[in-house]
């Protein structure tokens, strides 16, 4: 009997004994996997705090690149300007007018580039604000009036001047308007361009319709795309670096929005962006 | 007569502001770095000032931050590149603060200086 009770006392001693182990050999798991995760926390930190750094780094090179690439333009462009055309004979009036437009295209193109790659690089930083779109429709308007009047087109708006408050960038949204303006009237010979705005749902859709060249139906789908024009006769007969819509179709994007056409070719476009009204 | 201040490090932009101011009939002070045009500023008490906003040394928007300190009233036109705004550094700006994009036409400068000269 005694025999019996020391055999049951030892399996029961080495039962608790290989339960110690275990509960041993777990804490020392269990510490050695605590030493793992601090050190993946740590090296988790280490990569986030670079890629600030290297965020800051692309904002400020971004930066430097856009003054260092603007700043020479600004005495071109105002000094061709101050020039007195009244006193110029024809060829040399001419020659002014072509060192004009080309200041102009090369202008577009600095500015196409710089705001395609802050995009790209998501360094472009929108200041959000309440934005009236009626406001920045206005003013879009006003600033390409003079474009239409030029080519003998009617540029008219029937948006109301009152739309819903928006949450957005004033500047960046003023710019895609003038940029989807400025596509409608060099596409457009005859007729003109409307603007029409409308709140739909929780949204406000914007349109800008011409009764210019239209374009075919395969040809849409690659329109936002980055140096896409419609053919490469447009190219030549237009000009433009093919990056205004890529620019729009961003920073719509980035103001959780939708940008789209509609077109038809040989009877016109209609471009048409919606944003979320601010709740 | 309007007197108008102006700081840019850029001497030919100085003198392209110098030329267009002018021109319209203002008085035109400028001044090629932060420390000049703070030295200047309190003797002048210029109707307007046009900052630079990316400068080496005292930016413009440095230059803003004292000046809105001392004289809530003056009125500012920043010569920016589209990102490069005082706002987009934090900055508080108010309604005598307006824009203008570099590179610009005189009419568009011109444009801005008669609207906020009327406020």
Known sequence: ?279 | MVKIMAADDEHDILQLLERILKKEGHKFIGCSTGGEFLKLYPKEKPDLVLLDVMMAGISGTDIYKKIKGSNKRQKVIFLTVLDITPTAGGVKTDELTAYVEKPFEPTDLLKKVRAILKK
């Open chain 1, 1 to 279: 009997m005694i025999d019996l009770i020391i055999i049951v006392l030892v399996v029961l001693s080495l039962l608790v004994l290989f339960e110690l182990m275990v509960i041993i050999n777990s804490l020392r798991y269990t510490r050695q996997l605590l030493r793992i995760k601090d050190k993946h926390e740590a090296e988790l930190r280490r990569a986030h705090e670079k890629l600030k750094s290297v965020d800051k780094l692309k904002t400020e090179f971004m930066n430097i690149a856009a003054h260092e690439l603007k700043t020479p333009l600004v005495p071109m462009v105002g000094y061709l300007h101050l020039i007195d055309k009244t006193r110029l004979n024809s060829e040399d009036r001419e020659n002014l007018e072509i060192a004009i437009r080309n200041t102009q295209r090369l202008q577009r193109l600095v500015g196409d580039i710089l705001d395609i790659a802050k995009l790209e690089s998501k360094v472009m930083k929108f200041n959000m604000e309440d934005v009236q779109l009626g406001r920045a429709i206005k003013d879009a308007i006003s600033s390409a009036a003079p474009f239409a009047k030029d080519k003998k087109i009617y540029l008219k708006s029937e948006a109301p001047a009152k739309l819903p408050i928006i949450k957005g960038d004033f500047m960046r949204l003023s710019q895609v308007l003038t940029n989807l303006l400025n596509n409608a009237i060099k596409f457009t010979d005859k007729g003109g361009i409307t603007v029409r705005a409308r709140k739909t749902g929780g949204e406000v859709v914007v349109e800008v319709s011409d009764t210019g060249i239209g374009m075919a139906k395969q040809e849409i789908p690659k329109l936002f795309a980055k140096f896409y024009q419609a053919d490469s006769s447009a190219k030549r007969k237009y000009g433009g670096t093919g990056l205004g819509l890529a620019i729009c179709k961003e920073i719509i994007k980035a103001h959780k929005g939708n940008i789209w056409v509609e077109s038809e070719l040989g009877k016109g476009s209609t471009f048409a962006f919606k944003l979320p009204v601010k709740r």
